[in-house]
Every structure is written in structure tokens, then in C-alpha cells.
């Protein structure tokens, strides 16, 4: 290494010696020449068909050598676009050449020139029209000689070995970089299957799809109504919250099953094996919640509580899990959870990709219990609105109080302010999925005389607790739903507005049925069904038969805040 340093120190010293007197011998960028290479395999127009019986077998790109008119060395990259890609900009395939980009070969099995025409969206057995190029490199000057060339894939369609979903439905933000993997499952003798699945959340309206890779090109898969297609249309989320994401590969369908929660039932917590113990979905397919552990013994996950959905451990592993109806498919056997500690804990379901799991670890995060005070009230920006009714240590009301995002709220033993101050310690109404038709979280109550405020404007119903201490926030998000048949209906997103209104503008069918309801705690009809305007009952009004011509409607109802009565109108526009 010193000799070769050495060397280039003398070289460097040699040309600032003599460039003064010997510039003219070099050629200034620019004023040299860089001939394209003489492509002679594959010949042009060559048809070549990909036998997948022989995926080693290789098609061979050689030329004649491009040429620098100044002498400088020369390198090679072979690029393949689709022959309607305007440009190489983003080739399907690229590849220096032998020797570090020396030689004038290169060799391309049938095997990765079929991944580079299948994640090019060619389909299995389709002839590809293809343009490929020799792109000469000499310096910062290239060239670039081009020919045309028809391909025939394999016979059978490629299937990846990963598959990740991304899009603007989806909790990576639409960065395909940052698509979220599925797990691949294995089949019943253990092996790896073309099965997988995930746990993410989707947002109603928008897409998404699945991709073999985390960048492009790759395989795309794409669909609608159960079925995927490769770089089929994007699918649309119908709705918003947390699923069970299926994808089967060997009949090209997906499922999805909505987790309203995954809960905790068994011997270790209160009630026991008729409990349940709600975990909280953190985002990333991750549940967690604390959870105090009152015996020893054995329990699993639930989800939604049902039964069928049984989240238990993989026999002779220390903390893997397996759903309880999936466990022969997958070649495994299962058993209930062992659990040896009693306390309080916090409770991690992990059901990313990389391995389905669960731990414990113990809490110490545990906030005393607050003394239960006679009386509470709730202000806003100062002003006492709303008393709460006491049972035990629990503070609650029935009325769904309007509340607004640009107010400050307080809470307080005495009626004028005077007592002692609550609060709590984050935004009410803050959730990952805002638009579910139950939305609902606990925040940590304090003794403190700091504000609290809203993410937006919502009616918030309240149970407090001091023993916790928590106070659980939950507010109802309504929709129209419209149907001439019951199983065809369509459930329209109404948008909330201050106090207690909900909104929608949509298009309606003359001689439909309408009601207005929040599956299915809350559902209005009227009294009065086929006017345009009338009052609203919950769980005894009729449905609406109200719309005599087809055409856009602004759908308005105010609700009484205990959401048991109301007005509706509907104004054609």
C-alpha cells in the first residue's frame, strides 16, 4: 500500500510539473468521442421463449466494443425497458457486465429474466416486446446502442417469496419503502405455504395493494370483492378500523376480518374464563394493555369476543401464538397460555409479522387512587355546564355533552370553581380510528389545575373513576342508511358538527327507505316518514320513505344529547 501511495504521489507531482507545458495533449471534456457498441447477440427482432423447466439456462447479450477516440477506458451496463417505455429511465432490468463491467458479455438466466418481465407486469406465457441497450461508460460520457427483442414467460406465474401491503389506506403513509409485511404461514407439514396474512388498520375510501417488494419494480396484486389479480386496480377499504388481513396465493383471493379488540379471558383475571380483558391497539399490529393479574393459571386471546377466534400458545415454544382454528393448516398443535404471576402488568399481544407473540412485564407506572370527591362538575372555558352523577367512585353522565376543539375544559368539586381541580393527561376524542361508529379510550385523571381540550369538535360522553384513576371518553359517529333492498343498502358517513348535528350531501333514489344509525346501538326512524322534515326516535320511528325524485340531499339531524330523539330534514338540491 505505501509503494502504490508512493506512486500516485509522483504521478500527481509529474502532471503539475509539466501541465504548463503540455496541456495541449490533454482533451478537455467534450472534445473527445464515445462510439456506441456494436450489438451482436441477441440478434434483432430475436424471438426467445423462456422454458421454466430449464430456469438456468441463460440468454447471452455480447457486442463489439464501444470506442473512446481519446483512449479512455470503457465499461458496459446491459438495461432492459419494456419496448413502450419511453425511456430507460426505470429499466426492468440492469446489470453491469462481466469483469466489473469490463467485458463485452453478459449472461441473464430464464429465471431472473422472467422476475424481470413478471414484476414488469407482463403476465405468465405472454409474449414480452422488449427493448434492451448497451449503455458504453467512459468518464462522465456514455452511449448507448438499443435493439428489440420478443420474450415468452414461463408458463406458470410467478409467486413471491415476501409479500407487503402498502397504500394511502394503510399505516405506512403510502411509502412503499416502509410497506408493512405480511407473515407467511406455514401448510400442514410445516412448510412454508402461499398463504399470509397481517393485522394492520385501513382507512374507509382509500387503497391499497400488495407487492412482493418493498421498492419497484416488483410483483403487484391488485383486485376487488375478494379476488386479487396480478397489477390489478388498487382495492378500496370500505371501512375504516382493524383487520385481519388474508391473502391466498395459490387460488389469488383475500379476506378480511375486522378485530373490534382482542381481549384477555381466563383464570388470571377478574371474572376468570367468563372475564374479558380489553387490550388497546397501539398501531403496527400491536394490542396492549395493563392488566392486573389476580391468580396463576391458563387463559388465551379472544377476539371480538367470539369464541371461534382464539388466540393460544404454539406447543414447545416459550411464548409463540397461533390461532386455535388455523393450528392444523399450519401444522402446529396448540394449548392454553401459562401464566405464573399475579400483579398488575402490562400486557403486549404482538401480531407483526416477524413472529406472533405475547409478554408480560410488570407495571410500575400504576397511579394512586385519587379520593372520591362528593360532588363533580365539568367546566368549559370557565363556566360550569354539566354536574356528574356519583355511584361508588364512578362519575358518569348519560348526556352526550357538546363539546368544541377551539374550548378549554376543567374539572372541579364545587360548583363555582372553587374545589379541587382535575384533569387528565391527553386530548379527548384522540384516536386511531375517528371514524368507527363507537370510538371510545381512558386518559389518566389527575389532581391538577391544568386545562384539557379535544382533537375536534364532538359530543363526548364521560365516565369518570377516582379508584383508577381514569376517565373514559366515547362518543357515536352516525350514517344514513339508504336502500331499496336491505342486503344492497348503502351506509353513508354522516360528518358531526356543533352541537349534537350530524350532515351529509349524497345522492338519493326516489321511493327508498332511510334511517339514520350507528350499528347498532342507535337507530332512528320517525314518526312522521314521509315528509322532508319531521322528529327522530331511537329504536321505535319507522323507516323513511321520504324521497319522491331521484337527485343530491342535504341530510341534516339534531339529536337530544341523550341521542334517544331528534329532527331530521332533507333538502333537495
Not at 447477440?41 to 421454466?52: C, G, K, R
Request: proline share 4%; aromatic share 12%; glycine share 8%.
Amino acid at each position: 500500500m505505501k509503494r502504490l501511495l508512493l506512486k500516485t504521489g509522483i504521478l500527481i507531482f509529474a502532471f503539475a510539473f509539466t501541465a504548463c507545458e503540455k496541456e495541449d495533449n490533454l482533451q478537455p471534456e467534450g472534445q473527445w468521442d464515445l462510439s456506441e457498441a456494436v450489438i451482436l447477440a441477441p440478434t434483432a427482432d430475436q424471438t426467445i421463449i423462456l422454458d421454466e423447466d430449464t430456469p438456468n439456462e441463460t440468454i447471452t447479450f455480447n457486442w463489439d466494443p464501444a470506442e473512446s477516440s481519446a483512449g479512455y477506458a470503457v465499461t458496459y451496463e446491459v438495461l432492459i425497458k419494456p419496448s413502450n417505455a419511453t425511456d430507460f429511465s426505470a429499466p426492468i432490468f440492469a446489470s453491469e457486465s462481466y469483469n466489473n463491467g469490463t467485458a463485452t458479455a453478459l449472461s441473464v438466466s430464464y429465471a431472473d429474466m422472467d422476475e424481470a418481465l413478471a414484476f414488469a407486469g407482463f403476465l405468465a406465457n405472454q409474449e414480452a416486446e422488449i427493448t434492451f441497450a448497451i449503455k458504453a461508460i467512459s468518464l462522465s460520457k456514455t452511449s448507448m446502442a438499443t435493439s428489440e427483442l420478443k420474450v415468452t414467460r414461463f408458463e406458470t406465474e410467478a409467486l413471491p417469496q415476501t409479500l407487503y401491503i402498502s397504500g394511502t389506506a394503510t399505516e405506512n403513509s403510502n411509502d412503499l419503502s416502509q410497506a408493512i409485511a405480511l407473515k407467511r404461514l406455514t401448510d400442514s407439514n410445516g412448510a412454508l405455504s402461499n398463504n399470509y396474512e397481517v393485522y394492520t388498520s385501513l382507512v374507509a375510501g382509500e387503497t391499497y395493494m400488495f407487492y412482493s417488494e418493498r421498492s419497484l419494480p416488483a410483483l403487484q396484486f391488485g383486485g376487488s370483492d375478494g379476488s386479487i389479480e396480478p397489477f390489478g386496480d388498487a382495492i378500496v377499504a370500505e371501512n375504516s378500523g382493524v383487520y385481519r388481513i388474508t391473502v391466498n396465493l395459490d387460488n389469488n383471493t383475500y379476506q378480511l376480518l375486522q378485530i373490534d379488540f382482542w381481549s384477555m379471558v381466563g383464570t388470571p383475571i377478574n371474572g376468570g374464563w367468563g372475564g374479558d380483558e380489553p387490550l388497546d391497539y397501539k398501531g403496527n399490529g400491536i394490542w396492549q394493555a395493563s392488566i392486573n393479574l389476580i391468580e396463576t393459571g391458563g387463559f388465551v386471546f379472544r377476539a371480538n369476543g367470539d369464541w371461534g377466534y382464539l388466540l393460544k400458545r404454539v406447543v414447545g415454544t416459550p411464548n409463540s401464538l397461533v390461532l386455535e382454528s388455523d393450528a392444523g393448516n399450519q401444522g402446529v398443535t396448540v394449548e392454553d397460555i401459562p401464566n405464573n404471576q399475579t400483579g398488575l402488568y402490562i400486557v403486549t399481544l404482538d401480531l407483526s409479522a416477524e413472529n406472533y407473540n405475547y409478554a408480560f412485564e410488570m407495571d410500575d407506572t400504576v397511579v394512586a387512587p385519587i379520593e372520591t370527591p362528593a360532588q363533580l362538575f365539568l367546566f368549559e372555558n370557565g363556566t360550569m355546564i354539566q354536574e356528574l352523577a356519583l355511584n361508588g367512585d364512578v362519575f358518569s353522565t348519560d348526556r352526550f355533552i357538546p363539546m368544541q376543539a377551539s374550548n378549554s375544559y376543567t374539572l372541579n368539586s364545587a360548583s363555582d370553581g372553587s374545589g379541587i381541580a382535575y384533569s387528565v393527561n391527553g386530548l379527548l376524542g384522540d384516536s386511531l380510528i375517528p371514524d368507527g361508529d363507537l370510538v371510545s379510550d381512558a386518559l389518566t385523571l389527575v389532581e391538577n389545575n391544568n386545562t384539557f381540550t379535544l382533537v375536534s369538535d364532538r359530543a363526548i360522553r364521560f365516565s369518570i373513576n377516582f379508584s383508577t384513576p381514569e376517565l373514559t371518553w366515547s362518543y357515536y359517529n352516525f350514517k344514513l342508511f339508504h336502500w331499496q333492498n336491505w342486503d344492497d343498502r348503502v351506509e353513508l358517513p354522516m360528518t358531526y358538527s356543533h352541537p349534537n348535528t350530524f350532515t351529509i350531501t349524497a345522492d338519493l333514489i326516489a321511493g327508498s327507505e332511510s334511517k339514520f344509525i350507528s350499528p347498532w346501538d342507535f337507530d332512528m326512524g320517525s314518526d312522521s316518514p314521509t315528509e322532508s322534515t319531521g322528529n327522530l326516535i331511537n329504536g321505535g320511528g319507522s323507516n323513511l320513505v321520504n324521497i319522491n325524485s331521484d337527485g343530491s340531499y342535504t341530510v341534516t339531524i339534531i339529536l337530544e344529547d341523550d341521542y334517544q330523539s331528534g329532527t331530521y330534514e332533507f333538502a333537495q338540491q
